[in-house]
Each structure stands twice: as structure tokens, then as C-alpha cells.
């Protein structure tokens, strides 16, 4: 599947790229896509996705999702969007998982039904119940900054990549 690595060597280039994701989101309508994210403590994997959120156009507070297991966002109404979706994105956080009862305690399942986008950190605690991202994303550190790597898992994914690619440096 397709790949796309972005040096990001200061915390603004990681803004910058998650504000990339959610205009490439926006452009293919906010689909119901599934985008995991994968790294060390402090890589980096709430910043971007706190990028990409307010990206959508989500204002207030964002916060990691480590102690709640999921939080919950609301899409900006202005957005144009695939009507048979929720107007919702889901940030998952599976870092304090242990067990396949949270999962069915948090509604995990349901979340992951192809109606609203998912952001899923550290999948790999549960990597029999989280599906084949459409999006898996890598982020390692490097220097001061961080490499990212986006790896498409499904066409819908490899759409996003593609528009990532072509509207950044």
C-alpha cells in the first residue's frame, strides 16, 4: 500500500501536516475513515491530531483521551459532508487498555461501525479488535522533531494520501 514520509522538524510543521489531513478529509467529504496512530509517549500523536481537529473546525478544549478511553467532537456544521454519516469524530486512546471488556465498556465497536471518522491511538494494545486502518499513522522522533509516516490501508486511505501529497511540501 501507499506511503508517505514528512520530516517534522519543529511542533508547527506537525500542525501543519494535521491541518493537512483535515482539509484532505474535508475535500473527500469527511468520510468514515479510520486513522490510527502509532508511537512512543510524546511522539507527537495527540498534537497532530489536535491539528486535525481543529483542522475540522472543532473549538474548546481538546484533550488526550488516556483516562477516558474515547472522547467525543463535534464536526463544524459548515463543513460539507456524506449525509449518511455522523456529525461526529470519535479520538480513541487505547493506551491504558487490558482487557477485551473495555473495549465492549467504552462501545468501541459501535464506534468502529463506518459512520464516523476514528482516531485510534496505540492500536497495536488491541490489535485483534481494532480493524485495518484506512490511514496508519507513524510517528518517530528524529532530532528535535519527528518523522511521520502515512500508510494507506484501504482505498479511501490511499485518497487521502494522495491529496496530503499533492497539497504540501
Known amino acids: 500500500m501507499p506511503t508517505l514520509t514528512r520530516h517534522c522538524p519543529q511542533p508547527a510543521d506537525t500542525d501543519a501536516l494535521g491541518a493537512a489531513l483535515a482539509d484532505a478529509l474535508r475535500a473527500r467529504r469527511l468520510p468514515a475513515a479510520l486513522l490510527t496512530l502509532r508511537g512512543d509517549l510524546g511522539a507527537g500523536k495527540t498534537t497532530l491530531v489536535r491539528a486535525l481537529l481543529r483542522g475540522l473546525g472543532v473549538t474548546g478544549r481538546i484533550k488526550s483521551p488516556t483516562y477516558a478511553l474515547v472522547e467525543r467532537y463535534r464536526v463544524a ?84 494520501l494522495d491529496w496530503v501529497a499533492s497539497h504540501t511540501v
Do not use: M
Open 77 to 160: 456544521n459548515r463543513l460539507q459532508f456524506n449525509e449518511n454519516l455522523e456529525k461526529q469524530v470519535y479520538h480513541v486512546d487505547l493506551y491504558r487498555f487490558s482487557s477485551e471488556d473495555d473495549w465492549h465498556d467504552a462501545g468501541l465497536r459501535e464506534l468502529l461501525d463506518g459512520r464516523s471518522l476514528c482516531l485510534v491511538e496505540w492500536p497495536e494494545r488491541a490489535p485483534q479488535l481494532v480493524p485495518r486502518a484506512d490511514l496508519d499513522i507513524v510517528l518517530e522522533p528524529s532530532g528535535e522533531g519527528r518523522i511521520v509516516r502515512l500508510r494507506s490501508g484501504s482505498a479511501e486511505g490511499t485518497a487521502l
